[in-house]
């Protein structure tokens, strides 16, 4: 008896738990708040449609859909890359790798060389605790990395958003930056120097390409992979034309001629009116002598 008063509390706490759940957000979709931002779907959670293995046309059968994630299972499951190529772009997606996994995202990749990262600088992605790697998650290797952590275990997902522009490149872990950059800029070019990659003259060089996710023979997985092209937004910005004020001229040149005209409208009748009282004061003047006589008579 003592328990049926917890009966309701009890209850509602599963209720609520239900309700959770269900309202969880769903996978590989889009909000119209982001469709209305310009955001598209790099994946749609069924198949592997805009992507392909580097320099073929399709996806191996290494990689998997499972759970509504894009999954690197099996061996031979190579490097893909999307179909779409993009320069200016904001990019999100969330993973999960293995423990001690290693994997990386790269961008602005061309066909030009032998695997992708000889054109397309690479974000790395790895389990930062049982890694093998010294550059960690979210860094851009061998070039910026990051006093802060904002990895959870492997084996839970994770969000990676970075922001690529001419001006500005940010990298972001789970909503904390880690730092920002210009690619091609006296900086990065002293740090291409010191790296790897100063071998490869492609290097770095692009600016736009295709996305890419590498096999580096780890299980990972990617879900909600979301772009939003920055480029065009750009454009716009940048070949805009004011103008309000060539339009603004025409009423005020309008508004001048009417006011010309009514002025002279205006004018015009007390002209008149004056004219008229002095021919009337003329008038009278010259009949004034006939009057005289005609007084003296009567």
Same mark, same amino acid.
């Given at each position: 008896? &003592? ?17 959770? #759940? ?15 931002? !310009? ?12 992507? &392909? ?18 999954? &690197? ?39 030009? !060389? ?16 049982? !890694? ?13 990395? %990051? ?7 492997? @084996? ?28 091609? %800029? ?17 290097? @770095? ?25 920055? %480029? ?33 409208? #205006? ?8 004219? %008229? ?22």
């Amino acid at each position: 008896m &003592r328990c049926l008063h917890r009966l309701p509390t009890l209850l509602l706490g599963v209720f609520l738990s239900v309700a959770s #759940a269900g309202a969880a957000e769903p996978l590989n979709t889009l909000t119209d708040s982001e469709k209305a931002d !310009g955001w598209k779907l790099l994946f749609d959670g069924k198949t592997t449609k805009g992507w &392909r293995n580097y320099k073929k046309d399709t996806v191996s059968d290494g990689w998997k859909i499972k759970n509504g994630a894009l999954t &690197r299972e099996d061996k031979g499951a190579g490097d893909i890359i999307t179909a779409d190529q993009f320069g200016a772009f904001e990019l999100t997606l969330d993973y999960n790798i293995e423990p001690g996994g290693n994997s990386g995202l790269m961008y602005h990749v061309q066909e030009t !060389g032998k695997t992708p990262w000889q054109t397309g600088p690479e974000i790395q992605i790895q389990d930062n605790k049982a !890694g093998h790697d010294p550059q960690k998650a979210g860094w851009l290797y061998q070039f910026y990395s %990051s006093d802060k952590d904002a990895t959870k275990p492997a @084996g839970e997902w994770n969000t990676l958003r970075i922001v690529i522009t001419p001006e500005k490149c940010e990298h972001f872990m789970n909503g904390v930056k880690y730092f920002e950059y210009v690619k091609g %800029s006296d900086d990065w070019n002293a740090r291409l120097e010191k790296s790897k990659f100063k071998a490869f003259p492609d290097f @770095g060089k692009p600016t736009s390409g295709h996305i890419c996710l590498q096999d580096h023979n780890n299980l990972v997985s990617y879900r909600n992979i979301k772009i939003r092209d920055l %480029s065009k937004a750009t454009k716009v910005s940048a070949t805009a034309k004011p103008q309000a004020k060539a339009t603004e001229k025409k009423p005020a040149a309008a508004t001048e001629s009417t006011t010309a005209t009514a002025t002279a409208e #205006a004018e015009k009748p007390a002209v008149t009116t004056t004219q %008229s009282t002095t021919g009337t004061r003329n008038v009278r003047r010259s009949f004034a002598p006939l009057r005289r006589i005609r007084s003296l008579l009567e």
